[in-house]
Nanobody, 125 residues
Framework: QAQLIESGGGLVQAGASLRLSCVASGRTFSISGMGWFRQAPGKEREFVAGISPSGGSLYYADSVNGRFTISRDNRKNTVYLQMNSLKPEDTADYYC??????????????????WGQGTHVTVAS
């Protein structure tokens, strides 16, 4: 199982931007679909964005489409989540994830094979 370590969370004002990073261990990053999920207090963990191994296919939740951008650098074993125009409702713990099936992009919690420890984002109004 890959080890995933997220960073980049913090406290920002509404309308601001943040970039989250997730560094993966192991040799299979370049063939792994990657995803970002989030979980707000009292709510279930939900899909935010996903990216195919090559970076050629991108997927977004409706709630973040047009504001968030997922990308990856396979030379650095890193996946990013650029978050712009942040809203208070984006406040959550954000988790990086890989799928159980290497090439598949994880788009629901049930398909995730490995989770990072999470990084917290608070958006103040």
């Amino acid at each position: 199982q890959a080890q995933l370590i997220e960073s980049g969370g913090g406290l920002v004002q509404a309308g601001a931007s943040l970039r989250l990073s997730c560094v993966a261990s192991g040799r299979t990053f370049s063939i792994s679909g990657m995803g970002w999920f989030r979980q707000a207090p009292g709510k279930e963990r939900e899909f935010v964005a996903g990216i195919s191994p090559s970076g050629g296919s991108l997927y977004y939740a409706d709630s973040v489409n047009g504001r968030f951008t997922i990308s990856r650098d396979n030379r650095k074993n890193t996946v990013y989540l650029q978050m712009n125009s942040l809203k208070p409702e984006d406040t959550a713990d954000y988790y990086c994830a890989t799928s159980r099936a290497k090439m598949v992009v994880p788009r629901s919690p049930s398909t995730v094979g490995s989770w990072g420890q999470g990084t917290h984002v608070t958006v103040a109004s």
